[in-house]
């Protein structure tokens, strides 16, 4: 088993829509779990950045972070035509461990116009 | 815009060359990374510089040779690589371990 299962996608959706990205993971060590949105021969850019378990939000972004199921998820609401890229899951743990991601594989999101 | 700047962003290198990727922060982060993505991949770590000492290296090959001259600036100097060295070459910095910030990568060929 992976320490983080992501599916690779692709997922494809009308503009407008309500996005679910989700992830699962094994290690109980990891403590932070990032988002990354990496467009197309982009590098990756840190999108939203949570500790423990519980929702945050940003703008039309919400990260949630479920510690008890090991599974963290993204949602885009009102996504548009610009959201179209892959999201990378990423988590780390905490002191020595901290300088290390563990990345999922990325989803591929293709939002139509 | 990333804070993390590279150079160059696209560099084509023969099997027999010796080149240099540049990377350069002015967040005043402490710990600098590489890592190397492959086309459809996510990102591989292969370097961790903490306090410009070498704290992590992932197994690399002795081909790929890091240096961090100072706080701001890490390098990757590059010898000898194949042809499956190819891949989209990331450089990462972070205060401490957490939130750690890519930049835009540098794009390296070998041919």
């Known amino acids: 088993q992976k320490e983080v299962e992501q599916d690779p996608g692709p997922l494809s959706v009308p503009e407008g829509a309500i996005v679910s990205l989700n992830c699962t993971y094994s290690n109980s060590a990891f403590q932070y779990f990032m988002w990354y949105r990496q467009y197309s021969r982009k590098g990756p850019e840190l999108l939203m950045y949570?500790?423990?378990?519980g929702n945050k939000e940003d703008g039309r972004f919400t990260a949630q972070v479920d510690k008890s199921s090991k599974y963290i998820s993204l949602f885009i609401r009102d996504s548009q035509p610009s959201d179209s890229a892959t999201y990378l899951c990423a988590m780390q743990g905490s002191g020595a461990g901290s300088y290390q991601l563990t990345f999922g594989k990325g989803t591929k999101l293709s939002v139509i116009p | 815009d990333t804070e993390v700047t590279q150079t160059p962003k696209h560099l084509v290198m023969g099997m027999t060359n010796k080149k240099s990727l540049k990377c350069e922060q002015h967040m005043g982060h402490r710990a600098m990374y590489w890592y190397k993505q492959k086309a459809k991949k996510p990102p591989e770590l292969m370097f961790v510089?903490?306090?410009?000492?070498?704290?992590i290296n992932e197994s690399v090959p002795s081909r790929f040779s890091p240096e961090c001259p100072n706080s701001s600036l890490l390098n990757l100097h590059l010898h000898a690589l194949q042809p499956e060295d190819s891949a989209l070459y990331l450089c990462?910095?972070?205060?401490?371990?957490?939130?750690?910030?890519f930049g835009e990568g540098s794009w390296l060929t070998v041919v």
């Open positions: 990462a910095s972070s205060q401490g371990g957490n939130t750690i910030y």
């Open positions: 949570t500790y423990s378990s």
């Open positions: 510089y903490s306090y410009e000492k070498l704290s």
